[in-house]
């Protein structure tokens, strides 16, 4: 079936129809495409409420609700100067020297953990990149976000040549919240 002007014309009345079934009889006469109806539109997303949130309408009591670990503000807890013991984990390659762009220690922070109930754990490594004995100190900061939450100074000492050792340093409660521990080397300079 063509439909010329008439027909288009006629389709525009269909469209005019108020009741749904009227509508429909009509472009089934024409037997032209019925239009697609408009998908409803979405719900607006509502954000919960921690203090309104809960089943029945009956409000979540504090103790039971959701961390949010934005919202925790503690007062920074410096830990001062640890000395932990050292484990012998490898060896590296001698190259720091005069005129070597090699730095004389190279630092890292391997894992952060929790231990339940306790505190946050942080493990590093170092390895002695020079020719003789040295002893590191390293500052790491215990971080949640941009937020400080606590410090702590290690002392690594009697690193040998070509060494590589690692430690574990226990930082913060967990009951504070850790998302980051960046660490640098006081002494010697890496």
């Known amino acids: 079936m063509v439909m010329g002007a008439a027909g288009a014309a006629y389709a525009q009345n269909c469209a005019d129809i108020a009741d749904p079934a009227a509508r429909l009889i009509c472009y089934d006469r024409l037997g032209a495409p019925r239009p697609k109806a408009a998908p409803p539109p979405a719900p607006a997303p509502r954000l919960p409420d921690p203090a309104t949130v809960g089943k029945d309408q009956v409000p979540v009591p504090p103790e039971d609700r959701a961390f949010d670990p934005g919202a925790q503000h503690v007062a920074p807890n410096n830990l001062g100067l640890v000395v932990p013991p050292l484990r012998r984990v490898g060896i590296v390659p001698v190259r720091s020297g005069p005129g070597s762009s090699v730095p004389v220690v190279s630092l890292d ?29 390293v500052l790491c900061t215990f971080r949640n976000g941009n937020r400080h939450v606590g410090d702590v100074a290690v002392l690594m000492r009697d690193i040998r040549p070509g060494e590589k050792v690692a430690t574990d340093v226990a930082g913060p409660p967990v009951t504070d919240f850790v998302d980051s521990t960046p660490c640098r080397v006081l002494s010697p300079l890496e």
Not at 117 to 133: E, V
């Open 109 to 137: 922070a391997t894992s952060l953990r929790p231990v339940p109930g306790d505190r946050w754990m942080l493990t590093l490594t170092l390895a002695n990149n020079s020719a003789r004995d040295i002893s590191a100190r």
